[in-house]
Each structure stands twice: as structure tokens, then as C-alpha cells.
């Protein structure tokens, strides 16, 4: 799918055949012009030509025009879907989208759509349904696809055993490179969608190891599955799912089987999977670093200041606390007005600092990069930083304040003020996400709020507190 013809008018009429290369624009986002060509047919009831855009369209794309459109453009085209297209569609909306569009789904198309998707995916569409929908709707599903989801369902959320698929290849060890081969050609719907491994496994339905595809198809028709199977790396159907993006990431899988605690083989996840997880989680910790929640294109007004608010109160807080030890030194701020418009130059940059340091350990943290092997080595650099940015920056803090104000002692303070606050702020940085990690909360999510309290704690206090101390006594 090429795009182009960005130039082209909304409404305008474009070839059927052109309607692929209208779509996308040259960075492979939905072209505007198109969207408008949609919801031009849309408001005119024109369900022949909704129907040739929506057919120009890949299941991402598709997702995405959904996400641009209005939900009384939305209930024109959903109803519209057919069952394949819903299918490939809705594991690519996000989750409030996604909401919004099962809504305007019947139950029966629905139910037909899910019977199509990767039980995996499946059971994420089903989570999100209402109760009284979700009934119906694993009413009219065949037994088999019902139980596959229910069973899913039963796993705890962002697991293994909710993120992986049910449908695997599985062959015994005593069976043939042919055998096999002549399985897979006639496996038809039993086998799952995607897969890259072989999975070898004992009576007792048990791993024993893996025969990837291009081992099987460069291996002798006659060799033993047993002779050629690799060792795999078995997923517990528990683990949670970060950590088994982090095994996939580690090991370079491509593809594991999951296995219950008894060690008995049921599904497997594959590397598609995994990357949705790793992005799911890099952009949860980059949001929750600045207080924020994805919240969808479709949340409210309302919806999307609730999430923030308390947020915002906790630095509320944290800012009046920093206030405090100022109004400790107010006295001395009425004495000398300078020390006011230096003041909070040091906590600024301390902050800032502590942000460098605190992003590096989190993602170390997420990465297993930082742990206690090399704690005391990681807290010494960061120290090292500290002092060494320290005194570059009291030099240059040190200079300005004796342009300004004509006072070397006050350039003095300024600048031991900036070397204390850049030292504490590194070793916040490092130990305030590992502490909180040790303690089962989530770094990202936590450790902003108590860094930036110590760093603005911190430059207030020295800088105020030697000022006093050496300039008003």
C-alpha cells in the first residue's frame, strides 16, 4: 500500500483502485482527506461507498480511523463490519475505543468474530464487554471457542496464561521429521494461526523441547523428532507478563511454550505478542513519570481530570512542604531580598538532575540492569556526576551571582548551594525508584513526587540556611 495523493480534495471521488494509495500519507498515517471522504459518506447515508473505503483499509488503519471519527460516525460504519473484519479490527483498538465499538456490535456477529481471532485476543475482547453482554455473547459462541475463553479468563490479568494462546503445535518425541510435516499439511483449523516451534512433548503432555520450521523443513523426513528437538525455555502460566517480555528480550524468543504447574504443555506465546507488552509497558512508565494516564481518544473531559487530579494534589503538598522550610528562613529572605531571586535556582536545578538520574534507574530497574551486584557501583558514578556537573555549575552560578548582585561571598553560598543539591539529587535519583521497587511499588509511577520533594527540600534549606549562617550572623 503506497501512499499518496495527499493533494486530493475531501469528498472528492477517487478510483476504486486508487483508494489504497489515497489512504496513507507519506508518514503511513491516515490521510485527512480520506477520513473526510469518510465521514462525507457517512453523513450521507452512503452505504456503497462507506463500504469500498472501509475495504481500501488494513485492520490497523482501520482501528485508527475509528479512533478519528465521532461516535455518531462510529454507529454508521461499525454496524457495517463483517465478522472478519471485526476480528483482525478489534485487537487493534486501544481499550477505551474499544469499548465504545463493542457496544455497537451485535451479539451474534460478535460472537462469530471472536470465533476467529487467536483465543489470546479473544479473551482480551471479551474482558471488556458488560456483564449482561458478555452472556450473551459466549452464548452464541460454539462450545469449544467458549470454554477455550473462559478458560483464559480464569488466569489473572497481565499474566502468561492471559496473555498466551491456546492453540499450539504440539507432536510426540517418537514421531518422524515426515510425520509431522504431513500433520501440519493437514491440520487445517486445529492448528493455531501462527506459530514457529514444534513443541516435542512426553505421554504426559510435558515440553521436552522444540523443533523450530527451518529445522524442520532442512531435516531428513526420516529423522526423530527426539534427535533434532532444541531445549525451550518454559514460560509458567502465572508469570507476570513484564517479566516474561523481559525472557523473550533476554534469550531472543521467538516463541515459548506456557506451561501450568505440573509442567503440562497448555499454549504458547509468540513473539507478536511480546511486542505489544513491551510497548504497553514503556509507555505506562513513560506516562506514569509525569503523573498522566493514557485515557484514550474517546475519554471525557471529566474523565481525563479525575485521572489527574490527585496527581496534582500530591505535588500540591509536596510544594507547600518545600514552602515550609522557606518560611523558615523568611526572616532572612526580609533581611537580604537577594537571597529571593537566588533561591530557587539551586532546587530548580537540582530537580533537574535528579529527573536525569531517576529516568536511567528506572528504565535499569525495568531492564534488570540495577540490582543489588551492582548497587554500590551505580551509586558511586551517579555521586561522581553529581560532584563533577556540581562544580561546573557552581563556578557558572557562582560568576552570574557576582555580576548580579556584586557580592563574592553570596557567589560562594550560591555555589556550594548548587554543589549539595546536584550530589543529594543524584543519590535520590538512584535510591529513591530502587527503594520503592524493594518495596513492591512501582518506581515510575512513585518516585517523581519524592525526588522533586528532596530536591526542592534541599536547595531551599542549604542555600537559605548557609546564607544565614555566614552572611546575617
Known sequence: ?????????????????????????D?????????????DAADQGNLV????LIEALHPADLADLLGFLSSSHREVIVP????????????????????????????????????????????????????DKRGEVLAAMSDADRISIESALSYADETAGRLMQREVLAAPQFWTVGQTIQHVQSGGDDLPELFFDVYIVDPSNRPLGAAPLSLLLRSSPDALLSRIM????????????????????KYHLISAPVVEAGGRLVGQITVDDIVGVIQDESEEDMLALAGVSDRGRSDTIMGITRSR????????????????????????????????VINPIAASMGGNAGTQTLTVAVRALATRELNAANLL??????????????????????????????????????GLAMVINLIVAAIAGILIPLGLDKMGFDPAASSVVFLTTVTDCVGFFSFLGLATLILLH
Not at 49 to 52: D, G
Open 1 to 25: 500500500m503506497t501512499p499518496a495523493n495527499d493533494g486530493l480534495k475531501a469528498g472528492q471521488a477517487a478510483p476504486a483502485e486508487d483508494l489504497e494509495d489515497l489512504a496513507l500519507s
Open 27 to 39: 508518514d503511513y498515517a491516515l490521510n485527512p482527506a480520506f477520513v473526510e471522504m469518510v465521514v
Open 49 to 52: 461507498r462507506l463500504r469500498e
Open 80 to 131: 457495517m463490519l463483517t465478522a472478519d473484519e471485526l476480528s483482525e479490527t478489534l485487537s487493534e483498538l486501544d481499550g477505551p475505543l474499544r469499548e465504545d465499538v463493542l457496544e455497537l456490535v451485535a451479539p451474534e456477529n460478535l460472537a462469530k468474530a471472536l470465533g476467529e481471532m487467536e483465543s489470546d485476543d479473544a479473551a482480551d475482547v471479551v474482558d471488556d464487554l458488560e456483564d
Open 230 to 249: 532444541e531445549p525451550v525455555t518454559e514460560i509458567p502460566v502465572d508469570m507476570d507478563q513484564e517479566e516474561v517480555a523481559y525472557i523473550f528480550d
Open 309 to 340: 487530579f490527585w496527581w496534582l494534589l500530591i505535588n500540591l503538598g509536596t510544594a507547600i512542604l518545600a514552602s515550609c522550610v522557606i518560611g523558615v528562613f523568611q526572616g532572612s529572605i526580609a533581611k537580604l531580598a537577594a537571597l529571593a
Open 377 to 414: 557501583m551505580a551509586v558511586w558514578r551517579e555521586i561522581a556526576v553529581g560532584v563533577m556537573n556540581g562544580v561546573a555549575f557552581a563556578i557558572v552560578m557562582g560568576v552570574v551571582t557576582e555580576v548580579w548582585f556584586h557580592n563574592p561571598i553570596m557567589a560562594v553560598i550560591a
